[in-house]
C-alpha cells in the first residue's frame, strides 16, 4: 500500500493513534504507521497506509473509538499502478566509439 493522508472536516478532536480506527472496504488498516498529525475541533489529518487493492473505489471509514457515531464515511479511488513508458530517446544513432549521452523522455517514472 501507499501512505495516504487524510484529512477530516468537523471531526472528534484525537489526541493518539489509540482513540482512532480507519478501514477501507471493511478491513482495519494497519495501526503502524497510522499517526495523528493534527486534531483539533475543526480539522483532524492523519497518515495511514493504504490496503493492497485493485482499482475502483473503496468506502474508508475513519472511527473515532471514544464516539463512533462521529465516524466519517467516504470513497477511495484506486487507480490501476501504471509502468513507466518510453516517450522518446536522442540520438537515435550512436556513435561505435561509445560514451555518449542519451536524452530519455519517461511518463510515469
Same mark, same amino acid.
Do not use: C, K, M, W
Given at each position: 500500500?501507499?501512505?495516504?493522508?487524510?484529512?477530516?472536516?468537523?471531526? #472528534?478532536?484525537?489526541?493518539?493513534?489509540?482513540?482512532?480506527?480507519?478501514?477501507?472496504?471493511?478491513?482495519?488498516?494497519?495501526?503502524?504507521?497510522?499517526?495523528?498529525?493534527?486534531?483539533?475541533?475543526?480539522?483532524?489529518?492523519?497518515?495511514?497506509?493504504? %490496503?493492497?487493492?485493485?482499482?475502483?473505489?473503496?468506502?474508508?471509514?475513519?472511527? #473515532?473509538?471514544?464516539?463512533?457515531?462521529?465516524?466519517?464515511?467516504? #470513497?477511495?479511488?484506486?487507480?490501476?499502478?501504471?509502468?513507466?513508458?518510453?516517450?522518446?530517446?536522442? %540520438?537515435?544513432?550512436?556513435?561505435?566509439?561509445?560514451?555518449?549521452?542519451?536524452?530519455?523522455?519517461?511518463?510515469?517514472?
Amino acid at each position: 500500500g501507499d501512505l495516504l493522508t487524510i484529512s477530516i472536516a468537523n471531526f #472528534p478532536a484525537v489526541g493518539s493513534p489509540d482513540e482512532v480506527e480507519v478501514s477501507f472496504a471493511g478491513l482495519q488498516a494497519p495501526s503502524h504507521p497510522l499517526r495523528v498529525v493534527f486534531s483539533d475541533a475543526t480539522e483532524t489529518v492523519l497518515t495511514v497506509l493504504s %490496503p493492497p487493492a485493485p482499482a475502483g473505489d473503496l468506502y474508508t471509514l475513519v472511527t #473515532p473509538l471514544f464516539a463512533p457515531s462521529r465516524a466519517a464515511v467516504f #470513497p477511495l479511488t484506486v487507480r490501476a499502478a501504471a509502468s513507466p513508458r518510453l516517450l522518446s530517446f536522442t %540520438p537515435r544513432l550512436a556513435p561505435s566509439t561509445g560514451f555518449f549521452t542519451v536524452d530519455a523522455v519517461i511518463a510515469r517514472f
